[in-house]
């Protein structure tokens, strides 16, 4: 049972370009989560769905998009990356509604130049 | 629409003490409060939690108690150990937001041999 995991761990990207980070759980959770962290700060919520096929965005979304296809993963597409976007992301996912129970990822180190 | 706050921002303790965070919430009608331990280069991890129809719960050398009237609800560990240095986390998830919590800056929590 591997739980939340993410890849890639680091990565560096240069102004306008394109990537996707990758979630995936293996635990059935019907709820999962994008956040992003940044240094001496808080989660902020970025987007979250309640089960495949739904998504809905959460306090900071401009800038990035999700797609949730299976139960299993939730990648987070972000399109001309800008420097604001330099961040440590984290998923999630919980078996709980209410943001309750979450069960976190490792996380991806994003850099933006 | 809710705001968390958290103290102190760091805490060093001498080990086998106790310490106590705080976190401060506005939005009264909040009802659930998470508390999250991240360590160094890993993804936070739920300790604790309560919700608003409780007064205190424990778990172990964790506690959490909440004061509903005046907003706040706080962090207890006991007999602190290394392994307790860390970031902690406190959350709050509003009434009118079923999925999104609310995040405090977080208090790193230091542990003096």
């Known amino acids: 049972n591997a739980g939340v995991t993410q890849t890639p761990k680091f990565r560096i990207l240069k102004i306008g370009q394109s990537m996707t980070l990758q979630c995936t759980q293996d635990m059935n959770h019907n709820y999962m989560y994008w956040y992003r962290q940044d240094p001496g700060m808080g989660l902020k919520l970025i987007y979250y769905s309640v089960g495949a096929g739904i998504t809905d965005k959460g306090e900071v979304p401009n800038g990035y998009n999700v797609s949730r296809s299976t139960t299993e993963d939730f990648p987070l597409r972000l399109e001309l990356a800008a420097p604001s976007q330099t961040s440590v992301y984290f998923c999630?996912?919980?078996?709980?509604?209410?943001?309750?129970?979450?069960?976190f990822g490792p996380g991806t180190r994003l850099t933006v130049l | 629409g809710e705001n968390v706050e958290q103290h102190p921002s760091t805490l060093s303790v001498q080990e086998g003490d106790s310490a106590v965070i705080k976190c401060t919430y506005s939005d009264s009608a909040s009802n659930y409060f998470p508390w999250y331990k991240q360590e160094l280069g890993k993804g936070p991890q739920l300790i604790i939690d309560?919700?608003?129809n409780v007064g205190e719960k424990k778990d172990q050398r964790i506690a959490v108690t909440l004061n509903k009237t005046a907003k706040h609800f706080s962090l207890h560990i006991t007999e602190t150990q290394p392994e307790d240095s860390a970031v902690y986390f406190c959350?709050?998830?509003?009434?009118?937001?079923?999925?999104?919590?609310?995040w405090g800056a977080g208090t790193k929590l230091i542990i003096k041999p």
């Open positions: 999630a996912s919980s078996y709980l509604a209410g943001g309750e129970g979450q069960f």
């Open positions: 959350a709050a998830t509003p009434m009118d937001s079923n999925y999104q919590l609310i």
């Open positions: 309560i919700r608003s």
